[in-house]
C-alpha cells in the first residue's frame, strides 16, 4: 500500500527533530526516576553509581528512540512500500 501523503524531506527531518526533543525529555524523566528509585531502595549513591546509572538508562533509552523515530520516518518517507512491490 502506498502512502498517500508523501512527506516532503524537509517536513520528515523536522518532525524528527521535534520527536527527538520529546524523547530526549523522557530520557532525562527516566534517568531522573531510576536515580530516585535507587535512591529510595539502597539511601545514598556513590558518585560512580550515579555516573553509570546515567549513562547506562540514558544510552539505552535514547538507541530505542532513535531506533523506533528511525522506523515511523522510515514508513512516513515511503520507503517501505518499496519492499513489498513484487519485482515484474
Known amino acids: ?3 498517500p501523503i508523501p512527506a516532503s524531506q524537509t517536513a520528515l527531518r523536522r518532525r524528527y527533530k521535534r520527536m527527538m526533543a520529546w524523547m530526549v525529555l523522557a530520557t532525562i524523566a527516566t534517568v531522573i526516576g ?4 535507587l535512591y529510595m531502595a539502597i539511601g545514598a549513591l556513590p558518585i560512580h553509581m550515579v555516573i553509570a ?3 547506562g ?4 533509552v535514547l538507541l530505542g528512540s532513535v531506533l523506533m523515530l528511525l522506523v515511523f520516518i ?3 518517507s515511503g520507503h517501505d512500500a518499496d519492499v513489498n512491490m513484487p519485482e515484474e
Open 74 to 76: 522510515s514508513n512516513a
Open 57 to 60: 538508562v540514558g544510552l539505552s
Open 53 to 55: 546509572t546515567c549513562v
Open 34 to 37: 531510576s536515580l530516585g528509585f
Open 1 to 3: 500500500m502506498e502512502n
